[in-house]
Structures are given as structure tokens and as C-alpha cells.
T-cell receptor, first 115, second 112 residues
Framework: KAGVTQTPRYLIKTRGQQVTLSCSPI?????VSWYQQTPGQGLQFLFEYFSETQRNKGNFPGRFSGRQFSNSRSEMNVSTLELGDSALYLCASSSKQGNSGNTIYFGEGSWLTVV | EDQVTQSPEALRLQEGESSSLNCSYTVSGLRGLFWYRQDPGKGPEFLFTLYSAGEEKEKERLKATLTKKESFLHITAPKPEDSATYLCAVQSFSGGYNKLIFGAGTRLAVHP
């Protein structure tokens, strides 16, 4: 069974540009969450999508957005990139949203460097 | 406010020297506590989920336990390949949504 797949794995962008990251969840999983990981802040929740709808959102500015498609694949977009957006962006999938805890599996992440 | 605190921040062990990592939490409506292992440059790898106080789970040299306020990850006779950052996360249900809150992690280094 394939795991969570994220593309691209590495990318370098210039300040002011925008970036789109892609995530394919584990087959059958309908919930996709995005996290930002930096050395100083650790893992921070960005947003969660379930059945193409954003279900929850963390404390990030509106420059960070996402969407989910009917096949559960998800993309996140960051516009007007800042140096502080340099981070490892992690996608996670789980089988369902809400109610009792269910295991959340992570992808390998996309390393974004903003110069 | 929901909070997860891991200690110590870093731990250096000799091969075979057993120890424990701590994860203390304050959350409303705990739905589960997760342990992950993360190697440099990679995504977190799922280890365990614990749902209720008193629960224990084991996998090879690792054993996770849960109380009402904290969880421990016990490492028995560690090997150098156990070196990694171990992350604890709690899942709470509030405002109609699940939230997953991570601790800062414990960096474990096991030396031969």
C-alpha cells in the first residue's frame, strides 16, 4: 500500500513568488492535513481538508491556502513568499475526520527554501 | 490552552543504556496520544497510538505508556539505529474539530 506522496521534494523560490505543493494521500483516506515544520517552531498545523472542504485551520496568514480534489489529492499554495516561509511542509492523511482519534500518516515532506 | 511538553530536549545514551522520554499534556477532550519517530530530512514515522490512561503498547525496543497527564516512551537496550527525534502529539476534539498538537520533540542520540 503506497504511503503519502508529496511533490516536489525540494524547491527554491524567490521572495515575492508563489509556490504550490502537492499531496496524494494513502488510498482510501479522505482527510488531508498540512503542517509546517521549522527548527524554531516545530510542527505547526496549517489546515485540514475532508471531502473537498476545509474543516479546520491553524493560525497562519491568508497567504497560505489549500484545496482538495474529488480524488482526495490536495494542494497547498503560499503566495507572496517571505524568507520566514522557508520550512519543511508536511502532508498527513487519515481515514476519517472527527470523532475518536485515528492514526495520521505523514509524507516525506517538501523542503521549501525562500531566497 | 492545549499544550504538549516533551522532555528532555536532547538525550545521549550509550548503546544498551535504557531510558525514558516524557510527554506531558494539558488538553480538553483527549482523543488520542501519538508517538512518532522522525529522521533528519524525513517526515514523521508513526509508532504508537494510545487512547486511555493505563494503556501500554510495545514495538521492538520501544514501549509507550499513558496516564491522565503524561506519556512515557521507554527505550530498552537502545541501538545506534534508534537515534532520531521522537515526537509526541495529542489529538483533542474541540469546537467540532479534531486538533493535533505536537510537542517540540526529544532528540535521541545512541552511541556505540
Amino acid at each position: 500500500k503506497a504511503g503519502v506522496t508529496q511533490t516536489p521534494r525540494y524547491l527554491i523560490k524567490t521572495r515575492g513568488q508563489q509556490v504550490t505543493l502537492s499531496c496524494s494521500p494513502i488510498s482510501g483516506h479522505r482527510s488531508v492535513s498540512w503542517y509546517q515544520q521549522t527548527p524554531g517552531q516545530g510542527l505547526q498545523f496549517l489546515f485540514e481538508y475532508f471531502s473537498e472542504t476545509q474543516r479546520n485551520k491553524g493560525n497562519f496568514p491568508g497567504r497560505f491556502s489549500g484545496r482538495q480534489f474529488s480524488n482526495s489529492r490536495s494542494e497547498m499554495n503560499v503566495s507572496t513568499l517571505e524568507l520566514g516561509d522557508s520550512a519543511l511542509y508536511l502532508c498527513a492523511s487519515s481515514s476519517k475526520q472527527g470523532n475518536s482519534g485515528n492514526t495520521i500518516y505523514f509524507g516525506e515532506g517538501s523542503w521549501l527554501t525562500v531566497v | 490552552e492545549d499544550q504538549v511538553t516533551q522532555s528532555p530536549e536532547a538525550l545521549r545514551l550509550q548503546e544498551g543504556e535504557s531510558s525514558s522520554l516524557n510527554c506531558s499534556y494539558t488538553v480538553s477532550g483527549l482523543r488520542g496520544l501519538f508517538w512518532y519517530r522522525q529522521d533528519p530530512g524525513k517526515g514523521p514515522e508513526f509508532l504508537f497510538t494510545l487512547y486511555s490512561a493505563g494503556e501500554e503498547k510495545e514495538k521492538e525496543r520501544l514501549k509507550a505508556t499513558l496516564t491522565k497527564k503524561e506519556s512515557f516512551l521507554h527505550i530498552t537496550a537502545p541501538k545506534p539505529e534508534d537515534s532520531a527525534t521522537y515526537l509526541c502529539a495529542v489529538q483533542s476534539f474541540s469546537g467540532g474539530y479534531n486538533k493535533l498538537i505536537f510537542g517540540a520533540g526529544t532528540r535521541l542520540a545512541v552511541h556505540p
